[in-house]
């Protein structure tokens, strides 16, 4: 449907954003041991497998639908969306597979993290430019993606 955004995409972006914030909660306040690692897991998976699939699917509605109605200024913002987003992944789950091949070897360090939270911010900033299903859907990758990165902080 042109023109609408499905409810179900809104709900998508209420769920990872309320990962996004029981993420923050666990790592700022005193909470059962069990209930912070579930939190941890369910963010990590989300960040694994949701945010490609949520990924691919605003990419192919905006292509489709969207891309041909912007003006080329929001286009080269949405394609920016979508190599910032789809980059900081690609790093992000490459660090995480060298880092449970080879512990010792200490691939995974502030500098990135810093780095890889600025895509995020980035990428967040720049799916408010996306139009319709693609916008909900890219905002929901990306809280979907800082979780992820949260996920792995420890204080």
């Known amino acids: 449907m042109r023109g609408k955004t499905h409810l179900l ?15 923050y909660y666990v790592q700022r306040h005193y909470v059962a041991g069990n209930f912070e690692r579930t939190v941890r897991d369910i963010a990590t998976y989300c960040g694994w497998f949701l945010v490609p699939l949520l990924l ?5 509605r905006w292509a489709r639908t969207d891309r041909p109605d912007l003006p080329s200024w929001r286009q080269v913002v949405g ?5 910032v987003l789809s980059s900081a992944w690609t790093v992000l789950a ?7 091949l080879r512990p010792a070897a200490g691939y995974f360090n502030v500098n990135w993290l810093a780095l890889l939270f600025a895509m995020c911010e980035i990428a967040v900033l720049f799916a408010v430019f996306l139009k319709y299903e693609s916008r909900s859907l890219g905002l929901a ?3 979907l ?6 996920a792995g902080i420890y204080f």
């Open 79 to 83: 394609r920016g969306f979508f190599v």
């Open 9 to 23: 995409a809104w709900f998508g972006v209420i769920l990872s954003f309320g990962i996004l914030c029981a993420q």
């Open 56 to 60: 691919a699917v605003a990419y192919w």
């Open 94 to 100: 490459s660090l995480e597979i060298l880092g449970s």
């Open 141 to 143: 990758s990306a809280f």
């Open 145 to 150: 993606m800082m979780a992820w990165l949260q």
